[in-house]
């Protein structure tokens, strides 16, 4: 693809397992693991896979050689600069790193994702490579022996399958035996001393019954791999699908993208002077550009499968007008043409309602336009240096319900170049970022700052902040303010008024459609009193209308059954009409209208702006700021997950 929309979103899949691999399964793992990505490139044909491996020895290497194999992208988070970490190998496997690592498309260095020690050992980082991994992945590739580790300082192939169970990750589990036996064990902390030479214990899955003095034995417990996958929250047998309405909806969304291509195009070019100004445009950073065109591209493919719903809908509505006509026509006329247009009438809108059931548009529209808002938020949260997790925001029962969100961001900030810091930079308490879900698995963490919450200026996982923050935000929060808080009241005014006239004009139809029926109601009751004789009256048809018509022979059409047919057409359009405005809910449409402009409206007085002076010069302090466009950004989300969960089960459908 090439344009406004011009990347696919990836499946991201992440990789651990052990380092001590038995030699003797090492070819059938690689063939079971090419058998799952060849499954799963199959399954999501318009998805790239990116593969996410740290490159140690062992499982991640493993995986990803049959990754660039298979024409798989395969990126390297470093749980430590290049330099500390080739300490781990020796000089083969440096080797073999050194070609993997020129064969990736991207390598960085992971940053804290949580609390960093006043003097980490090297097992911290390692266990923050693993969580990056976990968070960073649609899906969790585990090679694996099913033995539970649980080292002090966290980390290994256990705690990073249970951390992707947590984060609602697609865990595979490969039952991998290991070259040596395992015991209980624990972190050495190889190399803390920068002169200290790698000894052979592989760092996070270390072997032997030795441990180092002081430092606490790991829980060990053993278990076949997918009945500890099972404990740890992930499906194991026949369950383990590789089939994920999440990733469904991913690789539907690159498929509408490449389908509406060209209608989509021009809307995405035309939406975009409404959400960033041409100055925004220019300092974007490479993650808020990559938001801003998801964005883009889920409100008009939500723009365009609305529309799409709504023209079934009215070619159902006139068929079905058709229909009863054809009816009518042929009961009182006889016509064999009228039986033979209500069989094709009948076959028109069955073959309409199954070809939008088919396409999904009521689904398609509904699940864009809830990705849209997010994407809406997402994208001015960061452009304000707010970077609270969307899914965070939702509701707890809502939460699951629209973790597709979560997906498709998670697929497009990995399109972004180099998410980690920069090699060889350095983790300090400072910079530490608080992990969104509070302590893991049990382990107490260090707080210092609310769980959804990150310190000022630094990114929870997953979201990268701007690559330069500019010195003074005030125009770019003036012009947040105006694009987002403004332009959205602006709008839910502007739809309240219009969804108001489009109500009024249905009422006014209807009425009109009343009066019409009540009339030749009347009509004829008059003429069956009082005009009986006319009312047997024979309508003139010529004869080469009725045999057009097919009509039988000696078959007449009278005026009585001429006001029948008038009256059956008008009771079945005020019955089309009610139930086409009917399925657009306008009174609901209307009320959240103005819920929402209520809730701008609000924040636009108590926040950073007074429409009474120019916006740049009426931002206040820092804090309200922040504290308003929270606020509005998460109950912009909960309104928009309501109205997702609501409209997904009340499919509009009409009934002929």
């Known amino acids: 693809m090439s344009g406004p929309a011009s990347e696919p979103l990836p499946i991201v899949v992440g990789v651990t397992g052990h380092r001590d691999i038995a030699p003797e399964v090492i070819s059938d793992l690689e063939k079971r693991v090419r058998d799952y990505l060849d499954q799963l490139q199959r399954t999501y044909p318009h998805c790239p896979v990116i593969m996410l491996s740290s490159l140690a020895d062992g499982a991640d290497r493993l995986c990803a050689r049959v990754a660039l194999d298979m024409g798989c992208r395969l990126r390297v988070p470093l749980p430590m600069a290049r330099a500390d970490y080739e300490r781990d190998f020796g000089e083969e496997s440096r080797r073999e790193f050194d070609y993997l690592l020129s064969q990736a498309e991207d390598a960085f260095v ?52 249970r951390f992707t169970c947590r984060e609602g990750g697609i865990v595979h589990c490969i039952s991998t035996p290991r070259s040596s036996d395992m ?21 996070g899955n270390a072997l032997g019954g030795a441990t180092e003095a002081g430092c606490e034995p790991a829980l060990v417990m053993n278990a076949a791999p997918e009945e500890t996958a099972a404990r740890a929250g992930a499906p194991s047998g026949p369950a383990q699908s590789i ?24 809307m995405i070019e035309q939406g975009k002077v409404n959400v960033v100004d041409a100055s925004m445009a220019e300092s974007l950073s490479a993650d808020s550009s990559a938001i801003l065109t998801l964005f883009l591209c889920a409100d008009a493919l939500s723009i365009l499968n609305r529309d799409l719903k709504l023209r079934a809908l009215r070619v159902l509505s006139l068929l079905g007008l058709l229909l009863v006509l054809s009816f009518l026509l042929y009961d009182e006329m006889e016509s064999d043409l009228m ?6 009438i009948v076959l028109a809108a069955f073959a309409v309602y199954r070809f939008s059931s088919q396409r999904r548009y009521h689904q398609k529209y509904c699940r864009y336009r809830a990705l849209a808002e997010a994407l809406r938020v997402r994208l001015y949260w960061g452009l304000s240096g707010i970077y609270t997790p969307i899914h965070q925001s939702y509701t707890y029962a809502q939460g699951p319900e629209l973790d597709f969100v979560r997906f498709v961001m998670l697929a ?21 970022m608080v992990a969104p879900h509070g302590p893991l698995f049990g382990r107490p963490i260090p707080s210092v700052a609310p769980p959804s919450v990150a310190p000022a200026g630094v990114a929870p996982a997953g979201v990268a902040p701007p690559a330069v ?15 987002w808080i403004g332009g959205q009241y602006d709008y839910h005014c502007s739809s309240a008024a219009k969804k108001g006239r489009q109500d009024h004009r249905n009422a006014t139809a209807a009425r009109l459609l009343f009066l019409l029926s009540l009339l030749l109601f009347i009509v004829v009751v008059v003429m069956e009193a009082f005009f009986k004789v006319a009312a047997q009256g024979v309508v003139p048809v010529g004869s080469t209308l009725q045999d057009i018509l097919m009509m039988h022979d000696g078959q007449h059409l009278i005026w009585r059954g001429v006001l029948k047919i008038a009256l059956g057409v008008l009771a079945a359009a005020t019955a089309f009409l009610a139930n086409y405005y009917g399925s657009l809910a306008l009174p609901q449409q209307i009320f959240n209208d103005q819920r929402m402009r209520t809730l701008f409206a609000d924040a636009l ?10 916006r740049a010069d009426s931002l206040r302090d820092d804090a309200t700021h922040e504290r308003v466009l929270r606020l509005v950004g998460r109950e912009s989300l909960i ?3 309501a109205w997702y969960l609501t409209q997904r089960e009340n499919e509009q459908k009409l009934f002929i």
């Open 605 to 614: 007085r108590a926040d950073p702006l007074d429409l009474t002076v120019p």
């Open 639 to 641: 309104e928009s997950a």
């Open 243 to 266: 089939r994920d309405s999440r990733l469904e909806t991913i690789e539907e969304f690159n498929r509408d993208i490449a389908r509406h291509k060209p209608t989509l195009d021009p």
């Open 469 to 483: 923050a500019p010195p003074d935000m005030t125009s770019d929060r003036a012009a947040v303010v105006r694009l």
């Open 339 to 344: 039986l033979l247009a209500y069989g094709a």
């Open 110 to 161: 992971v940053g804290s994702l949580e609390p960093t020690p006043n003097q980490p050992r090297r097992g911290y980082f390692y266990r923050q490579a693993g969580l990056y991994v976990a968070r960073q992945s649609h899906l969790l590739i585990a090679l694996w022996d099913g033995v539970e580790v649980l080292y002090p300082e966290g980390g290994g192939t256990y705690e990073t399958v």
């Open 183 to 203: 015991a209980t064990s624990c972190h050495a902390d190889v190399g803390a001393d920068a002169g200290s030479p790698v000894s052979g214990v592989p760092l």
């Open 412 to 432: 497009g900030q990995t399109q972004v170049q180099g998410c980690g810091r920069p090699e060889g930079s350095a983790v300090t308490a400072s910079s530490a």
